[in-house]
């Protein structure tokens, strides 16, 4: 580079100094929520059902740790291991030179880490709905064009005197950061619809079909919660692509900051919600389709009445009754069908609560 472009090249030293800083700073967070989602997963729910979520998020925070180690080396490699006839501004020339062992490492770390969140994110889709893979196809495909994009972009910035705004790169790097927004934004959309349906569901059976409207969704909080989470990285990689449009130099560091935010995501959603999200919104749905309450609110002639029950017949009528032969705190309530093929054998179905 000649000295003039060297002069004109901008302060890339101080700019990814203070990136990896921050970038440590968000990693040392995930320390603790990394800890805190494992102690969720096997020890306060536990199970092998949880064993999907133990290895990814492991993983996720490997790839995190790695590559804030690698961004490490750059910083010895910058400003400590430098060369005695080194040009000036070899700090800034070191951060240019894409092609190096360590920015090609953190270059993959990124791709694959953002990745791995979508896939958590899809798997989440399919198990919120009742682990159909129907509703997964889709997004699984786009995210497999969004991996196609990012490695393709990956290879090519890795490729000596590439520019970082070469036409082909552009359009590579553009079109994967959508395709990964498309995946996001859509997916946290379809699981919270979902969600919002199986709460409006398990409100209608468990208040009789009284006051409906007027009764807050049980899942309420883990529908902002998933929400909340997934637009924190969303938003992030809106802006990395308005500073790649515009030519910012902070487009490469911010993507070390994003890197480990897109660790967090995930493992934010578990520790926020405790999984229940994963596992126990639909095991809750499930049992409240299939009868399985300790207390049930149920219409009567002179208003509202709570029961605690031993036992709940479940037919498909309106009618509610109580029977004359029942013991104390007994009763037989007699509902409308539930529409949920699959979920009742026959008409009538006893559950011991």
């Known amino acids: 580079m000649s000295a003039a472009g060297v002069s004109a090249l901008p302060r890339y030293d101080k700019i990814f100094l203070v990136g990896i800083w921050l970038e440590t700073v968000v990693w040392a967070t995930n320390i603790a929520i990394f800890f805190s989602a494992i102690w969720i ?52 020339l070191y951060f240019v030179n894409k092609a190096a062992p360590m920015a090609i490492l953190k270059h993959v770390i990124y791709d694959t880490t953002v990745w791995l969140q979508d896939i958590v994110l899809i798997w989440r889709l399919y198990v919120v709905w009742e682990r159909s893979w129907k509703i997964c196809f889709i ?80 899942f309420t909080v883990p529908i902002f919660t998933i929400i909340e989470s997934g637009a924190l990285f969303a938003t992030v990689t809106i802006v990395m692509m308005i500073m790649y449009c515009r030519g910012s130099p902070l487009t490469l560091a911010a993507m070390d900051i994003a890197t480990q935010l897109a660790v967090t995501t995930p ?23 299939r009868g399985t309450m300790s207390t049930f609110r149920a219409p009567s002639m002179s208003g509202d009445a709570e029961y605690s029950l031993n036992t709940v017949h479940i037919s498909r009528t309106r009618v509610v009754t109580e029977s004359d032969d029942a013991a104390p705190n007994r009763m037989v309530y007699v509902m409308k069908a539930l529409e949920h093929p699959g979920e009742f054998a026959d008409d009538t179905s006893q559950v011991s609560a």
């Open 41 to 92: 997963i096997f020890w306060k729910r536990g199970g092998s059902t949880q064993w999907m979520l133990g290895i990814t998020s492991t993983v996720l925070f490997v790839f995190a740790t790695i590559h804030v180690s690698a961004s490490l080396c750059q910083l010895l490699e910058a400003f400590a291991d430098v060369p005695e006839d080194a040009p000036s501004l070899y700090s800034s």
């Open 139 to 218: 997004p699984f495909v786009v995210d497999l064009a969004h991996m196609a994009s990012a490695y393709a972009a990956t290879i090519i910035i890795s490729r000596p005197n590439v520019s970082l705004y070469d036409s082909v790169l552009k359009g590579l790097g553009l079109a994967g950061w959508a395709l990964d927004l498309a995946v996001n934004v859509s997916v946290t959309a379809v699981i919270s619809v979902r969600l919002w349906y199986m709460g409006m569901k398990v409100t209608t059976l468990t208040t009789g079909g009284a006051h409906v409207t007027s009764s807050p969704n049980r």
């Open 267 to 289: 493992l934010l959603i578990i520790v926020r919600v405790g999984l229940g999200l994963t596992h126990g919104l639909p095991s809750a749905y499930k049992n409240v389709m």
